[in-house]
């Protein structure tokens, strides 16, 4: 059974009578065992403590005190966060508290809130970290040039921006590699345009005996009938939505029904959108007709907060022009996720993504995560993209346009007197081959073994070798 986290005031009380100890100037065996005494801590803790204690120049000062704060929240997210906090033994306000914090700016540190000093992050230059990913150097690789040790390289596999910066920095490199392999085939090298041929249109180099892949056998299909009690009838069952899919799409329905189009077109888009059959949509349709859930009144929900979170709550409200409660609504929103009965609130708008960037990177061979590295988005984010018209044609059209510039310098290579290119042109369109035969391998022969006789002096047969 783990043991709670110290609150603010707890640390701030235990790294004050630390520095008084340290200030004492006794020795540090002694002040780790009074202060682990004094306030029931592991000689570790106690220890730590006073490393912290070290760099303080002076007292820390008590965590401000609570005060109420009243916010109207829908009922289903009240439900929520009163689950949320008996799941972690936590109070409702500490839940809101959390929330709250995962969505300032410095990553939850607010005036008034009290944490102990570590030690000074080196900074990292995430622009050399790309550039030399780049070139294909490894983690270690990049530690050593940046000038860091084993441990803080250990703690940057941990860090997402760094591991961002060099997954963005290999897929840079990857296209790079591809454009100068495209820039040297589109230039009449032959091997690049034979090995671009192969990469991109799937051409083959035969070396003697050709295999046929269509006299294979195909394998035989086989069908299994369980019986109506047999343990493996129904394994295959798609698995069911969970409760926040099944809010997501009782309120597209239900903003479907809303715009008043005909059902059989309210079907088909609620089909398409979330992933359904056409009765399953049709089902979430009903089910969105009698539902009352979104327009229940919201009910006023009393809260204990830090001044300076409540100063940033309302700071932030007045900023984005919303309402308080709504500012909450949406921080534990993120936070607990999507609930029965409350309308998820609108994400950010799409980020620009160029058309004509997207089509030539296409053109050269470049995948979803490289093209998202060039064009300054996540793969996820294209992934989506593609389900749009536009997008995909971009893709579609960009590729064809390179396989056809492709086979057009290998023609032209051809045309021009290329014997190399001919004869690989030839293999491909004409289905010529070149049969070498079958050729010994002396090699591949067993030595025989070596015997040696040996024969006593007056033997008859010595000597007949």
């Known amino acids: 059974m783990k043991r709670p986290r110290a609150s603010d005031d707890q640390k701030a009380e235990r790294l004050n009578c630390a520095r008084i100890q340290l200030r004492q100037g006794g020795p540090r065996s002694q002040a780790v ?8 801590l592991s000689p570790r803790q106690a220890y730590r403590y006073l490393e912290h204690a070290q760099h303080l120049q002076e007292p820390i000062s008590r965590g401000e005190a609570k005060l109420k704060f009243t916010v109207k929240l829908a009922p289903a997210l009240i439900r929520g966060v009163r689950k949320s906090a008996t799941k972690k033994h936590w109070s409702n306000s500490e839940v809101v508290s959390q929330a709250l914090l995962a969505q300032t700016p410095r990553g939850g540190t607010l005036p008034g809130s009290v944490s102990a000093p570590g030690h000074q992050k080196t900074p990292i230059d995430l622009d050399l970290v790309e550039n030399l990913a780049s070139i294909g150097c490894t983690l270690e690789e990049i530690g050593t040039v940046v000038g860091i040790s084993q441990r803080t390289r250990i703690g940057w596999e941990k860090d997402e921006t760094v591991r961002n910066a060099m997954k963005r920095g290999r897929s840079c490199g990857r296209v790079n590699l591809r454009r100068m392999s495209w820039n040297s085939a589109m230039g009449g090298n032959v091997r690049a345009l034979i090995r671009l041929g192969k990469q991109m249109l799937g051409q083959q180099s035969f070396e003697g005996k050709e295999k046929n892949y269509a006299e294979r056998g195909a394998p035989p299909l086989i069908i299994q009938v369980y019986g109506k009690d047999d343990p493996g009838a129904g394994k295959a069952k798609m698995p069911s939505a969970s409760a926040a899919q099944k809010a997501e799409r009782l309120n597209r329905a239900g903003t479907l029904l809303r715009q008043g189009d005909p059902p059989s077109e309210a079907v088909q888009r609620l089909a398409q959108d979330c992933s359904l059959s056409p009765r399953q949509a049709y089902r979430y349709l009903e089910q969105a007709q009698h539902r009352t859930e979104p327009g229940e009144a919201k009910l006023a929900f009393t809260l204990k907060l830090a001044p300076s979170l409540i100063q940033w709550v309302r700071t932030s409200a007045a900023k984005n022009c919303l309402a308080i409660s709504e500012v909450v609504s949406r921080a534990l929103l993120v936070q607990l996720g999507t609930l029965p009965g409350y309308t998820r609130a609108p994400g950010p708008e799409k980020a620009p993504i160029s058309l004509e960037l997207v089509e030539k990177l296409a053109s050269i061979g470049s995948t979803l995560e490289e093209i998202g590295a060039v064009v300054g988005v996540s793969e996820r984010t294209l992934i989506r993209r593609e389900k749009e018209e536009k997008f ?6 960009g590729r064809c346009l390179g396989r056809a510039s492709l086979r057009s310098a290998q023609w032209a290579a051809a045309v021009r007197g ?40 007056h033997d008859p047969g010595a000597g007949k070798a």
């Open 418 to 457: 290329n014997v190399v290119m001919q004869i690989w042109l030839g293999k491909q369109m004409l289905g010529q081959r070149s049969f070498e035969g079958e050729k010994e391998n002396h090699a591949d022969r067993a030595v025989p073994p070596l015997i040696i006789q040996v024969f006593p002096k």
């Open 392 to 397: 995909r044609d971009a893709i579609d059209r």
């Open 33 to 40: 065992q009074r202060l682990a005494q004094d306030y029931s």
